[in-house]
């Protein structure tokens, strides 16, 4: 049965700081990953997604890598901003007719 | 990007009362959406799956007869809470899989439900 885990659970950094979230999993058979951010109250919005076949994917200030055999994703964002923090939850999907398993979540706090 | 959106955002309802909540894919198909449900400060929780024109298949806990799901065309599916609770007060979100692109999920702005 696919597990999904973050670590850690919160993280309060000062802003302008590089930061890496972890997500890992334990079955390395996988469909894809995705990562999202959530706002307090407010839905999901999907950061980046990575193929199974692919190594990483980048946008804008967001790197998330993949590594199937050890089970591990990150999720890297470069100089942190205020704006940033929000609860960061990372999603496998086992296979392509498969729905979301998802992480708990780390909650992102940036401080001015 | 695919945009799916969550009508109302927000709902008060008195205890007992149903609640029709509908979620559309704005500019694609999506032949597979999603109910989660979330309470205050955790993960979210999958209710239910439905795919176009064929019954929901509900996740374990999850009563059907409660939890009314609707999946009539591949842009809209509707949850309808049913006789709702105190305790059916909850943040429901919905997300659509769209089989253009690598079935990847996206997801509605989410509706608050609050039953008094």
């Known amino acids: 049965k696919q597990e999904v885990t973050q670590i850690p659970a919160a993280l309060s950094v000062p802003e302008g700081e590089n930061l890496v979230l972890n997500c890992s999993f334990t079955?390395?058979?996988?469909?894809?990953l995705q990562w999202f951010r959530q706002d307090p109250g407010k839905g999901l919005t999907s950061l980046l997604l990575?193929?199974?076949s692919q190594r990483e994917q980048t946008s804008g200030r967001l790197n998330a890598s993949l590594d199937k055999s050890s089970g591990r994703s990150t999720l890297y964002i470069a100089a942190s901003q205020p704006g940033d923090s929000a609860t960061y939850l990372c999603a496998v999907r086992p296979d392509s007719n498969y729905q979301l398993i998802w992480g708990a979540g780390t909650k992102l706090i940036i401080k001015p | 990007g695919a945009v799916v959106s969550q009508h109302p955002s927000w709902v008060i309802c008195k205890s007992g009362t149903s609640v029709k909540i509908e979620c559309r894919s704005l500019d694609f198909q999506a032949t597979t959406m999603f109910w989660y449900r979330q309470f205050p400060k955790q993960s979210l929780m999958l209710m239910a799956t439905s795919n176009e024109g064929s019954k929901a298949t509900y996740e374990q806990g999850v009563e059907k007869d409660k939890f009314l799901i609707n999946h009539a065309s591949l842009t809209l599916s509707t949850l309808t809470v049913t006789s709702a609770h105190p305790e059916d007060s909850s943040f429901y979100i919905c997300?659509?899989?769209?089989?253009?692109?690598?079935?990847?999920?996206?997801f509605g702005p989410g509706t608050r439900l609050t039953v008094l």
């Open positions: 997300s659509a899989r769209d089989r253009e692109k690598y079935n990847e999920q996206f």
């Open positions: 079955d390395s058979a996988i469909y894809n």
């Open positions: 990575i193929q199974s």
